[in-house]
Each structure stands twice: as structure tokens, then as C-alpha cells.
């Protein structure tokens, strides 16, 4: 057998360690050993497949690959049920009202013509207004009601069916948003379709006086703890997933566990740039020398512009993880800065590349 060539092998890698992901990506899925959110909704969706599911997290902690994973656990639990997975292109003020029973619908049209099921001419011209919608900003779906729509695509799914809908959470246009989670999910609910996507973080958007409260799971996606033996694990089987040829040295698996801070989109993209570096310097492997340099180049684009009274602030609750940080602690747990794990003794540890930045200012 003909070995690779050292090219090939790091394009191959270049490949796998793609930070964005995509409709692939649960291939290169690793199970988290404990807060395995994509079992949990499968298993949920598997046995109540209307259930609704929403999704949040710092930026980065792995939302897209749980949703992908979830979607694919799905498949192997409840074969028969139609699942459909959309990226929505744009997500903002242009945004319509109903907007996300429209991606449900756009995407479940396309998952059924896909599959054949849609396949009598007068159901078609019901469908095919949808079919036009990555194109525009803002769409609707016609001169047919969306219950009509429903009734109609949930008949051809076989009487139920779940909508994957990612990217969710990069809306910030939080009113359509909130109208959209409060007005949607009955109707799709109603219908029998399931919903599984990413919020904001920032976004509280179910209140007590809802009537749906009850009925929409929330589920936080936490980064990997450092200090549980077992999730530390985890981060280098991501890497050893991505990585069959064994190009990273152990060493530089272990930096980059650290380096990422429990967040494996930061795990990936610091892989990724270690790779680069590696290969130009016609490196046969990429070492922990190599890490660190990516890490010294990434910190400053992650950790971004502090004012010195955030830097204030993050050093004492580097020093005392009980401080109150008031209103700012979400906004640095959205970016990353701080890792928040409710569950955990520490429930708030301030981000290893941010304490690199936090010890240059204190030098």
C-alpha cells in the first residue's frame, strides 16, 4: 500500500479540522462523556417527536455539532420519521413575522421532494413557492395559509416530522426573535413537528405566563471541563478524530486541550492554525512549539479589546471565582471569556487565553 504523501496528509487534515462545520460534520462527532445534549434530544425526539428543543451556549462550545449529532442519533433511533436540516442564510431585521415557521416549512419541503415524497402535481404547486426561498432576505409562503402548508407536508412526512434549524443564535434582532418563539412553536407544535435549534444566549425568551413553557426543552451546551479527567479526554479524542494519521505530537494535543479552554470550536481552529504553521516550516508534525505559536497569534483576535475596567474585573474573578461581575459577567460568558458551568463546584473560570492577556497587562 502506498503511503500518503506528507501534502496529502496535511490537506487531509486541513479538511477535518474545518471550525464552521456543516451538514457532515456529525461524522467526526465524539460523544461528550458527561452533558450529552445531542442523546438526550434524540432520545426525547425519538419517543415524542413534536418535542421542542432550543439550544445555548458561549460561542464556540460546540451548539452546531450537538444539533448535527442529534439529527443523526435521530436517524439511527426512529428511522421512519422525517427529519430536516436548514441553515438560514440571513437572520435579521428584514426578517418577517412567522419567519421561522417559514424556514420549517422551506426545509421540510425540500427534505420531502428530496425523498420523493412530494411527487402529485397538486401538491407541488402548494410546495414550490417555498422552494425559492434561499434567494431572498424575507419570504412567505403565498396565497396558502401556513396551516394548509403544514396539514399538507406533515400528511406526506407520514404524520409527524422534526425541523433542524441551525444558526439561530446569530440573530440579534431580538424582537422578531421572541415573536417568533412565542408565536411558532404552538403552531408547529400543533402540526406535529418537532424543532430543534440554537438561541441566543442573552435571549430569555419564555416567560411563566407563556401557556408553551412547559413544552420547549432548553439545554446548555457547556465547554469541557479541564479538571474532569474524563472530559479532558474527550478534547484530544476530537483531535485523534480529525487527526488518523497521528500528525500532532502528544505534546501538542495536550497544549491544545489547554489551549482551547474547553471550547471545541477554539480547539479546532487552534489546531488548525498550528497546522499551517507546521507545514511552513516543512514540519513532518506539528509539536507543542507549534501550538503555542498559534496560540500567541490567536489570543489577541479571542480575548479581543479589553477596557481596563473589564481587565479589572476579570483578574479578580481569576482571583476569586465568587466575584460579582454585575451585568458584564453574560456578556463575557457569550464571548468566551469567562467558562460558566452551572453545574460545576467552580461554576465561573476565566478563560486560559484571557488570564495570558490579563499576566502580559499585569507585566
Request: some cysteine; proline content about 7%; aromatic content about 6%.
Amino acid at each position: 500500500m502506498t503511503t500518503p504523501s506528507r501534502r496529502k496528509r496535511f490537506q487531509s487534515l486541513y479538511v477535518a479540522l474545518n471550525p464552521v462545520g456543516g451538514p457532515d460534520a456529525h461524522q467526526l462527532f465524539v460523544s461528550r462523556p458527561v452533558d450529552n445534549v445531542s442523546h438526550k434530544i434524540a432520545s426525547e425526539l425519538a419517543g415524542v417527536p413534536q418535542s421542542q428543543h432550543l439550544l445555548y451556549s458561549s460561542i464556540g462550545a460546540g451548539k452546531t455539532t450537538e444539533i448535527l449529532a442529534a439529527r443523526a442519533v435521530l436517524a439511527e433511533r426512529a428511522p421512519s420519521l422525517v427529519t430536516a436540516w436548514i441553515d438560514p442564510p440571513t437572520l435579521d431585521d428584514r426578517m418577517g413575522t412567522h419567519w421561522f415557521v417559514d424556514w420549517a416549512l422551506f426545509a421540510l419541503a425540500t427534505e420531502l421532494r428530496q425523498r420523493g415524497k412530494i411527487d402529485n402535481v397538486r401538491l407541488a404547486k402548494f410546495v414550490e413557492p417555498l422552494l425559492v426561498a434561499p434567494s431572498k432576505p424575507s419570504f412567505a409562503p403565498g396565497p396558502v395559509s401556513r396551516d394548509v402548508l403544514l396539514t399538507k407536508l406533515v400528511e406526506a412526512a407520514g404524520g409527524t416530522a422534526t425541523v433542524f434549524i441551525d444558526s439561530v443564535e446569530r440573530c440579534t434582532n431580538f424582537g422578531p426573535l421572541r415573536e417568533a418563539l412565542r408565536d411558532d412553536l404552538p403552531l408547529l407544535a400543533k402540526h406535529r413537528v418537532g424543532v430543534v435549534a440554537p438561541r441566543p444566549f442573552l435571549l430569555q425568551p419564555l416567560h411563566d405566563s407563556d401557556t408553551y413553557r412547559w413544552s420547549v426543552h432548553q439545554h446548555f451546551v457547556p465547554a469541557a471541563s479541564l479538571d474532569d479527567p474524563k472530559q479532558k479526554q474527550w478534547l484530544r479524542d476530537v483531535i485523534a478524530k480529525r487527526d488518523p494519521d497521528g500528525l500532532f505530537e502528544q505534546d501538542a494535543v495536550e497544549a491544545l486541550a489547554e489551549g482551547s479552554g474547553g471550547l471545541v470550536r477554539l480547539l479546532i481552529v487552534l489546531a488548525r492554525d498550528s497546522a499551517s504553521l507546521a507545514r511552513q516550516v516543512s514540519a513532518s508534525t506539528i509539536s507543542a512549539e507549534h501550538v503555542k505559536e498559534a496560540r500567541s497569534s490567536l489570543a489577541p483576535q479571542f480575548v479581543g479589546l479589553l477596557s481596563p475596567s473589564d481587565a479589572a474585573a476579570l483578574a479578580r474573578l481569576d482571583r476569586d471565582p465568587t466575584t460579582n461581575l454585575g451585568d458584564q459577567f453574560w456578556d463575557h460568558v457569550l464571548a468566551g471569556r469567562v467558562l460558566w458551568r452551572p453545574d460545576a463546584p467552580t461554576k465561573a473560570v476565566v478563560h486560559p487565553l484571557v488570564r495570558m492577556k490579563l499576566e502580559g497587562v499585569a507585566a
